[in-house]
């Protein structure tokens, strides 16, 4: 659990997601995050496709407090919508509202995602509001309220670990849907802390969106979570235009692939641009092996080597500190 702390402690670093954007890409978030711009990233989705996969592509940035910036992730969003309608790939969008200026002003960031949602339509692209920490849960599901009102090419996420979350479900069930653990540190007040009533929360979440719900993304890399819902579907003869699997960019690409020739619908999560820090800490907080990808890069590359050492051994050296 102290790991886990540990990383999403970092990714809320505001200095050390600085000297990340920086230093660059290169300290193995390359692995997990489909290039900085727009290009690499159309390439990256083409691939997908060509194998049966659709994506959902995050312009990558969170937590944004000045004007300037919102308005700069916003028009980058719009580029990636227009990229989307020109290459005519098999993709739609997810956001952060917080990349919008939800912390700056609720007005500002409502005018922000109504141009976003308003330029989508016109090319019936979806757009997801992805979900980030309790502080911003109810402000982004007023967000979409006063947005659903005009526009239908919008949905969102329901995180198990909130109690609330049953409620939510409910409530939004007419939405398309992406169901996950959820990747916040969150208060015992507010969240399940333990893993298996996390994992129970999900299932019974999962289930109750596929029996009642629009459309159920099943956001996950957990095999027993998959191998539940495919045996569930298969029992209550849910039609497979009713859901989907979706996982990360850059995880579990074999079993991604599998899904996708098995005749499931598959879409992966595509994150991009040079705002990984906090997205790849993240990573790091859910799953310490995936330690593994940050070293493989850092070390194949001579050129890494330096910064690569400099912050492999510190976070070692934090871990270690803490194990004891
Ligand atoms: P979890 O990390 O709980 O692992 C369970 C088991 O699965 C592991 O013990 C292992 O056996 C296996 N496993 C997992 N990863 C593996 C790997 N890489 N290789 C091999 N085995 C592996 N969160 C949020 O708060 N808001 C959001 O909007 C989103 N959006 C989102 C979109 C998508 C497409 C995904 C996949 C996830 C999110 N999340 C999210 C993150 C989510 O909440 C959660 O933190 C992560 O998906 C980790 O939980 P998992 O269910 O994937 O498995």
């Given at each position: 659990?102290?790991?886990?702390?540990?990383?999403?402690?970092?990714?809320?670093?505001?200095?050390?997601?600085?000297?990340?954007?920086?230093?660059?890409?290169?300290?193995?978030?390359?692995?997990?995050?489909?290039?900085?711009?727009?290009?690499?990233?159309?390439?990256?989705?083409?691939?997908l496709n060509a194998q049966g996969i659709s994506a959902t592509i995050d312009n990558l940035g969170e937590f944004v407090f000045e004007k300037d910036e919102a308005i700069e992730a916003k028009k980058h969003i719009l580029s990636v919508i227009e990229s989307i309608n020109q290459n005519n790939i098999d993709a739609h969008i997810s956001l952060k509202p917080t990349q919008l200026g939800l912390d700056i002003d609720f007005g500002f960031c409502l005018q922000n995602l109504r141009e976003i949602v308003s330029k989508a339509h016109e090319y019936n692209i979806f757009i997801n509001f992805d979900m980030e920490d309790y502080d911003h849960l109810q402000p982004s599901f007023d967000l979409i309220d006063e947005l659903a009102q005009t526009y239908d090419n919008i949905g969102t996420v329901i995180q198990a670990y909130f109690f609330r979350a049953i409620n939510d479900i409910k409530q939004y069930k007419h939405f398309r849907l992406r169901i996950v653990k959820g990747a916040y540190k969150e208060s015992p007040e507010v969240a399940y802390q333990d893993k298996k009533e996390i994992d129970e929360n999900f299932l019974r979440l999962i289930e109750y969106h596929?029996?009642?719900?629009?459309?159920?993304?099943?956001?996950?890399?957990?095999?027993?979570?998959?191998?539940?819902?495919?045996?569930?579907?298969?029992?209550?003869?849910?039609?497979?235009?009713?859901?989907?699997?979706?996982?990360?960019?850059?995880?579990?690409?074999?079993?991604?692939?599998?899904?996708?020739?098995?005749?499931y619908n598959f879409c992966t999560y595509v994150p991009f641009g040079t705002d990984w820090y906090g997205y790849f800490m993240r990573r790091l907080a859910e799953r310490p092996q995936n330690l593994n990808l940050f070293f493989k890069q850092v070390f194949n590359k001579k050129t890494n080597t330096m910064i690569g050492i400099g912050l492999g051994a510190f976070l070692l050296g934090r871990l270690s500190k803490r194990n004891k």
């Amino acid at each position: 659990m102290w790991i886990k702390n540990f990383f999403i402690g970092l990714s809320q670093n505001q200095m050390l997601n600085k000297a990340a954007k920086r230093y660059g890409f290169k300290l193995g978030a390359q692995s997990v995050v489909a290039g900085t711009n727009v290009e690499e990233m159309v390439e990256s989705v083409k691939q997908l496709n060509a194998q049966g996969i659709s994506a959902t592509i995050d312009n990558l940035g969170e937590f944004v407090f000045e004007k300037d910036e919102a308005i700069e992730a916003k028009k980058h969003i719009l580029s990636v919508i227009e990229s989307i309608n020109q290459n005519n790939i098999d993709a739609h969008i997810s956001l952060k509202p917080t990349q919008l200026g939800l912390d700056i002003d609720f007005g500002f960031c409502l005018q922000n995602l109504r141009e976003i949602v308003s330029k989508a339509h016109e090319y019936n692209i979806f757009i997801n509001f992805d979900m980030e920490d309790y502080d911003h849960l109810q402000p982004s599901f007023d967000l979409i309220d006063e947005l659903a009102q005009t526009y239908d090419n919008i949905g969102t996420v329901i995180q198990a670990y909130f109690f609330r979350a049953i409620n939510d479900i409910k409530q939004y069930k007419h939405f398309r849907l992406r169901i996950v653990k959820g990747a916040y540190k969150e208060s015992p007040e507010v969240a399940y802390q333990d893993k298996k009533e996390i994992d129970e929360n999900f299932l019974r979440l999962i289930e109750y969106h596929l029996l009642n719900g629009k459309f159920t993304s099943i956001a996950t890399h957990d095999h027993h979570i998959i191998n539940h819902v495919k045996k569930f579907v298969e029992e209550n003869q849910i039609p497979r235009e009713k859901f989907e699997f979706q996982m990360l960019y850059g995880f579990r690409k074999d079993m991604q692939l599998d899904l996708a020739k098995e005749g499931y619908n598959f879409c992966t999560y595509v994150p991009f641009g040079t705002d990984w820090y906090g997205y790849f800490m993240r990573r790091l907080a859910e799953r310490p092996q995936n330690l593994n990808l940050f070293f493989k890069q850092v070390f194949n590359k001579k050129t890494n080597t330096m910064i690569g050492i400099g912050l492999g051994a510190f976070l070692l050296g934090r871990l270690s500190k803490r194990n004891k």
